[in-house]
């Protein structure tokens, strides 16, 4: 078995060591497995200096130019698959096979942004004989982004793709908790060719780089991906300094299933995606709102699907659910059931941590849960789901755009006219319809109301890492 990297900052196109680090930790038996540097105002200001430079060779890079070196950066990371998994395994907990399929995630990301890299299309504007008037899109300058703990190598990639396809420079603070990925991507864009500053890797403590860098004149855009509460003091931040921001926040999806789907493989679905990643995705689906005509058979093949979850080590052969992050996920999962139990509502699977060695949670299903209980109004980030009866489509959707996160939103239904009032009523950036996947690298991805702003991937999301420049060209004075 391969040693945990050695992690290091990646500034200017070289690796730095620092004087203070802080422990990474093995979810899954927290033993420390490696020490994360924490980076110094010397070395931001490095970072700053070098990002300043590096897009100043960046964005005179034919499109062509960038478009190889992401594609290039792609490849070292799919030849490279084994190995990052093994490390994503070791710092997050979750199992190997779905480390696999977020290498590939990421590598997609970057496939997708060097097209897009060569579609920024301008316009002409029609006008009278004698003038043009002409739109440009621009790199908009060096970004500040802020990358979780939740998907290591596949958040921060999305950011860093757009970001270089535009022909931006980036300084990206990667999550302190599961390091090792992002500076996979370093190593691999480092061996692709990058120039010298364009990408720059720091970790460190995250509010204190947060606010060192969002003031400084050379960041032009802040982009981050994490938890409401802290993306509303960034955007303040943001906004004192007059800098745009691209908010990826929280959620905390409903899945609506109809009176005409089929409830055992909507709840056999259901409960397969609920545990992956040991629930600690954004889009996770958790609030079931479930036809009280097919309530029971739903209720049922989830939790008896939920039941056979092989949890464990995530270097296990069969495993299907790691440990969750960290001891806080632990406690705010315990906390949120025993809040629901006591209001009311009907524990029917999970709810205890088993042994107390690892941050292991089971798959655990509240049913009939009040409304004034946290979970009907909390992200659980966590495998807690609810399943709670409804008379009606018409409520199930007031019930689902009772919250005020508007990420991801699912639904199960064979009826056009279902479909219709769905995608009309139901508030939510991304809804999809008999599918739990909320996001592809060709898709738009983001939020409304507190669970963010801007897009990510799509033909919108390089956008956001540009400016609109118009050019008025009259032929003659």
Known sequence: MSNYPDLQLYIGGAWRKTA????VINPADESVIGAVPVASTNDLDAALEAAERGFAVWRKT?????????RKTASLLRERIDEIALDITREHGKPFQQARLEVIRGAEFFEWDAGEAQRTYGRV????PGIRYVVHHQPIGTVAAFSPWNFPLSQPARKIAGALAAGCSIIIKASEETPAGCLHIARAFHDAGLPAGVLNLVFGVPAQISEYLIPHEQVRL?????STTVGKRLTGLAAQYVKPALMELGGHAPVI?????????AGIASAIRKVRNAGQVC???TRFFVHEKIYKPFTDAFVERARAVKAGNGLDEGTEMGPVANHRRVEALEALVADAVSKGAKLLIGGERPGNRGYFYPPTVLADVPANARVMREEPFGPLAVINPVPSLQDAIEKANGVPFGLAAYAFTNSAANVDQITDDLEAGNVSINTLE?????????????????REGGAEGIMHYMVVKTVSHRMAI
């Open 20 to 23: 203070e680090t802080l422990p």
């Open 257 to 265: 299933v109809c009176d005409d789907a089929d409830p055992v493989k």
């Open 62 to 70: 034919s499109p062509a130019r960038r478009a190889e070196i992401l």
């Open 125 to 128: 504007i029609p006008s009278e």
């Open 283 to 285: 889009t996770s689906p």
């Open 438 to 454: 909320a996001s592809v690298a060709e898709t738009p991805f983001g939020g409304i109301k507190e669970s963010g702003f801007g």
């Open 222 to 226: 802040i982009a981050f991906t994490g």
